[in-house]
């Protein structure tokens, strides 16, 4: 069946733009997790989405950046006004939260490059 | 708030050589384990978890990991490592019950020389 899935799988933009990354999770899944993989920084949480409760946002890093996840499947992570140490890869994954102890499936990440 | 801890950061080892990899968590009650796995080029994929019963779990490709309750540890090893078993790893935890975030280690980068 379909893994999760992201899009775009690179993006390149100058500093100072918007930008908007997509992310389709497993269908079922109830749980939603963005995290940011920098080069040496190992996987940083940023946001979990659990069903329609609300989000845990402790680890976004700005207020520049924001998720939100409609009808309780697909997720937007946005980030604002765009800066270099945002360069990074960013990745989803997801979780059916029926059972305690389901693992979380990957998707392959969006690389972004800030210029 | 829970974490997780991962000593090593890059591990090099010869081919047929073992593997002991640590990770220790903090966090004040029952606890779900997990190692995951990034091959080069491919997504993080579970490698294996422990939620309860034997403390001793056993993985794809060979690998297990052992909870020590009392030491709040979940090692990875592996008795005789591959050229293939080349990857990032990355240990996690999650609290038991509920809907509880997952917190993941900063990973450990393992280069296995042929």
Redesign the interface.
């Known amino acids: 069946g379909a893994g999760v899935s992201q899009s775009p799988s690179n993006k390149v933009t100058e500093k100072g733009k918007d930008v908007e990354l997509r992310c389709d999770p497993i269908s079922g899944h109830t749980a939603l997790y963005w995290y940011r993989q920098s080069l040496g920084q190992g996987l940083e949480f940023l946001i979990y989405f659990q069903g329609n409760s609300a989000p845990d946002k402790s680890g976004l890093p700005s207020d520049r950046f924001s998720a939100e996840r409609t009808g309780g499947s697909v997720s937007t992570l946005t980030i604002q006004r765009t800066q270099q140490e945002d360069s990074a890869v960013y990745l989803c994954a997801s979780s059916f939260m029926g059972g305690e102890n389901q693992p979380q499936h990957f998707g392959d990440g969006t690389r972004l490059s800030i210029l | 708030a829970q974490s997780v801890s991962?000593h090593n950061h890059h591990v090099i080892l010869s081919e047929a050589a073992s593997l002991e990899l640590g990770c220790n968590y903090s966090y004040g009650g029952t606890v779900?384990l997990?190692w995951?796995v990034q091959y080069p080029g491919q997504?993080?994929?579970?490698l294996l978890?422990y939620?309860s019963g034997d403390p001793l779990v056993k993985g794809i490709k060979g690998f297990e990991a052992e909870f020590i309750k009392s030491k709040f540890s979940f090692n990875l090893r592996k008795p005789s490592v591959q050229w293939s078993d080349t990857a990032e790893y990355?240990c996690a935890v999650k609290g038991?019950?509920?809907?509880q975030?997952?917190?993941?280690?900063?990973?450990t980068k393992l280069q296995v020389i042929p």
Not at chain 2, 43 to 46: E, M, R, S, T, V
Not at chain 2, 96 to 99: A, E, K, L
Not at chain 2, 101 to 107: H, I
Request: glycine letters at 18%; charged letters at 10%.
């Open positions: 991962q779900n997990f995951y997504h993080l994929q579970l978890k939620f990355f038991s019950g509920g809907y975030k997952v917190t993941f280690g900063t990973g």
